[in-house]
């Protein structure tokens, strides 16, 4: 298994910045992506931004120019720093994993891909 634990969110005005980050643990072999997803009250959840563990990004279109996703793969953290938050930026984020985890199993030593998540921290921007 894999736990991901976000923290970092909270309430802020518009313009304003947070910097959410996600510590990854448990028995993992590699993590060949992490990112984040957000969800509003009423709404799908969405893909905000992906980060492989060779560097490569991806942003939605309604973040592009304003939020950056870095990674630390010595410790496992991803990081989402938001700049500029619009009030439609306002939901629960989460973090997610594709990770393939250490088992006695598999021939290998490892199974998975596998998709994993975070418990999701609040981000309320006010007008």
């Known amino acids: 298994q894999v736990q991901l634990v976000e923290s970092g969110g909270g309430l802020v005005q518009a313009g304003g910045s947070l910097r959410l980050s996600c510590a990854a643990s448990?028995?993992?072999?590699?993590?060949?992506?992490m990112g984040w997803y957000r969800q509003a009250p009423g709404n799908k959840r969405e893909l905000v931004t992906t980060i492989t563990s060779g560097g490569s990004m991806n942003y939605a279109d309604s973040v592009k120019g304003r939020f950056t996703i870095s990674r630390d793969n010595a410790k496992n953290t991803v990081y989402l720093q938001m700049n500029s938050l619009k009030p439609e930026d306002t939901a629960v984020y989460y973090c997610s994993a594709r990770a393939y985890i250490v088992t006695t199993g598999t021939e290998t030593g490892f199974s998975g891909p596998h998709d994993y998540w975070g418990q999701g921290t609040q981000v309320t921007v006010s007008s």
């Open positions: 448990g028995s993992i072999f590699s993590i060949p992506v």
